[in-house]
């Protein structure tokens, strides 16, 4: 298995800065996403490190070799794509060997290979198979086969998941990480959903506009956002926002605004006197029943999840989301509440 | 490990494309634009045909030779009345075949197959049939005339008649291909949206207005363009049904310029008419396209 | 109400097909008869009898019918058979040439994008715009300097005015809708021309053998050019070699046969083709 390393690394298509000035680390053996909303430059960066793009300027590393200018093949990289793309006039089994088509290997070795990757994935029964006669989960595991066949140094895996149903998703996440830990293969693992970063990644890069805001373990992102961006991008329910600007009084620092029915107390740790955002994650914010509180709001929306409940309160043109594990009241009722004074962000 | 770097070798898109594109490019020059080339040449000399080819350079004289030319101008509006009334055929009868295979019947396979053999009926053959068909002596309405009684010919070859003949008869030709790419857009319409007008209690005009027409629209004016170019261009037919008669009524341009060029010999002459037709086509679609294409375009 | 319906639909088939049929049907009715009955006045629309006698006269040989009339052979079968030919052999080389030039161009100008793609596309969908008479007068000088009148080969070139840009726009929307293979391809180590060889094109061989048919459509009905550069040489075409029947009206049957003939060849692609036109969903190819 190889380390990646990017560096400096820029994509322009015309005029756009698709990637920006990118640096990145990957270590070897590690399930790293990239995660972003669409055109946040995921995609061109994993299109980059294959090398189905060239870069306008920058350097990428495998184990400190320099593959910049290296065609995709000579990278021993495997690469799933989204919908899981195979050749549909070939049958799965030749999809599979096609991956070692171009490799020196000799013929029993790459029967000896098949046969491994179809058993660790479960197609045995669809190598006869054309593509359009498999269903999308079936694609998929066979993408996955065709990329496993190779013992490639990189796995890239470009949103795979994308195309199919929320209950297949689950499923295929955990066996797609029990896979890589088994074969300990640096993976890139590119998506816009973050219940996948999450529940997949060993860190995760959030990308935006180009470029990497934040990158750590999922619990590090969760925990210390470093922006907005990334703050409101993980986590669901998302996270709360409320619009305002800090004050000093007396020495002390606290953050006030229209909604607020008393000005917050910020202790010292938080001193960024330029924050115009206070925010808290939904389970960080309580109903009470005591005078002792910061938002008196309407309710909009109640959704029961069984094991919690959230309830969508209205301010202004946001909402505010509070996780509760029981409630009474009804949509258009006010309720009274109360923030975690140690669970605050400030951005 | 990865095997050794080695330095891509591979074309950049520009290149890879551009020798793809090499033969077609050779096939531009020499094929288009040097026979444009020479017809330009030729347009501005008198080309005379005895013992051999031979060229005397007269400028312009040949353009204005073509302007004072009663034949030019009589020529130009019979084409550009035929154009106008194949065109609306056409689109008309595609339309009206394509919603028609749209719809749910048995042998729908047979009956497409047999629908689309117009269009793979060369031109000169269709110009034969139109013209037994339309030609007094031997034709379809003399002969339904007679089976109600009557006694005469009814000859739609003649001064009144001879262009709607035309016009029809390329209609029969040219609709089915309109007719079959209208149904593949017609067959992107989700059904649900007639469920939705049905709710609306829409009339059947209303649905075909609001629901099956407006996904057509570009299909429409592409295939516009086509015919009026197709029609302007046409030769083939109007050779083996009317010869260009009676007279010169059904002389379109397309057919002066071939009287002019291969009967009279009058090389450079029939040239510089020839471009004079090339700016008709080229303007008609420009001007189509500014009035029209730029409101339908995806 | 739902009754009424139906009842328009199934009219408006019966005169869709009357209106298809009848143009070819009535003249192609005079290639069953003889002589005797085929001017009669006014025309039928059932002839009593039927021959087969005209087709074989075509090809040379007399025909005698059942009630003894003889139907001599025509006059013209040899130029009718080297019509066949010439127009097979020209039909069939360019079509397989238009095919070679434009299949990598088409895939080249449907997968990238790059700096003189909309002009070069530009100058080939408009010498559609070209009329074939305003091509012909600089060819046939051309020609006539050169010598290429009266053989295949000139015949060839000029025809290649119509297959290209016809099958260029429509292969380059077809392809416009194939999925991006060529990703994989390269993963797997295939090079450029490789992907495209072994993989595009077998992928998209429907597409291909469409506009291949077309293209020999195309070519095989085209009378413009061959009437004024082969006719009456050894390399005439099928429709040359019957336009001097045309106005010839003492055989009108026989004139009709080969007519017939002449349209089998389309009849039987348009047949079959008539499916896949319509499953090709084009696209438009300057976008």
Known sequence: MSSITLKNLTKKFGEIFAVNNQNLIVNKGEFLVLLGPSGCGKTTTLNCIAGLEIPTSGQILFNDIDVTDSPPHSRNIAMVFQSALLYPHLNCEQNILMSLHKTSISHSEKNKRVIEASEMLNINNLLNKKPHELSGGERQRVATAKAIVRQPDVFLLDEPMAALDAALRQTLRSELVNLQKKLNTTTIYVTHDQVEAMTMGDRIAVMDKGQVEQIGTPIEIYKNPKSKFVAGFIGSPPMNFIEGQIIKENGKSFFDSKILKRKVELNNILNKSNSSYLSFRPQHIHITNDQDYDLELKIFGIENLGKEIIIICDYGENKIRVISESFSSKINDLIRLKIDRENILLF | ?298 | MLKNNKLYLYLALVILLIWTITPIYWYLKLAFLTPNNINIFPPVFLPDEMHFGAFINLFGSDYITKEGILLPASGQSSQVIRGLMNSFFVSVIATIITMIVIVPLAYTFSRLTFKFKTALLLSILLSVALPPISTLIPFFAMYVKLGLTGTRFGLIIVTLTITIPFVTWMLIGYFKNIPPIEKLGRIDGFGRFETFLKIFVPLSKNGILVAAVISFIFSWNEFTYASILVNGTNAVTFPTSISSFLFQHPHPQHLSAALFLGMLPPFIVAFFLQRYISEMNIVDPLR
């Open chain 2, 1 to 298: 490990m990865f095997s050794k770097t080695k330095k891509n070798t591979e074309l950049s898109d520009l290149n890879f494309a551009l020798l793809m594109a090499l033969p077609v490019i050779f096939f531009l020059l020499f094929v288009v634009i040097y026979p444009l080339g020479y017809a330009l040449w030729m347009s501005m000399h008198k080309v005379s045909m005895f013992g051999g080819l031979k060229f005397k350079f007269i400028g312009l004289t040949n353009y204005y030779k073509v302007l004072a030319n009663e034949k030019f101008w009589d020529a130009s509006l019979v084409s550009i009345r035929f154009t106008l009334e194949s065109t609306v055929l056409t689109i008309l009868l595609g339309l009206f075949i394509a919603i028609i295979l749209s719809k749910d019947f048995k042998y729908k396979t047979l009956i497409r197959s047999i629908v689309i053999i117009p269009w793979s009926i060369s031109l000169y053959g269709c110009g034969i049939m139109w013209a037994q068909i339309g030609r007094g002596q031997t034709g379809f309405f003399t002969a339904i005339y007679h089976l109600f009684g009557g006694e005469d010919k009814v000859n739609l070859i003649s001064r009144s008649y001879v262009l709607e003949l035309l016009a029809l008869g390329n209609a029969w030709n040219l609709a089915p291909l309109v007719a079959f790419f209208l149904l593949s857009n017609i067959s992107t319409i989700p059904r649900r949206l007639y469920d939705l007008a049905d709710i609306d209690q829409m009339s059947n005009f209303k649905k075909f207005w609001h629901v099956t027409f407006p996904p057509l629209r570009f299909t429409i004016f592409v295939f516009t363009c086509i015919t009026i170019v197709m029609s302007l261009k046409l030769h083939d037919f109007i050779y083996t049904l009317s010869q260009g008669g009676p007279g010169r009524i059904s002389s379109t341009l397309t057919y002066e310029i071939y009287k002019l060029s291969f009967k009279n010999m009058q090389l450079g002459l029939g040239s510089a008419m020839s471009f004079y037709l090339l700016f008709l086509i080229v303007g008609s679609t420009l001007m189509l396209y500014w009035l029209w294409g730029r409101r339908v375009e995806k």
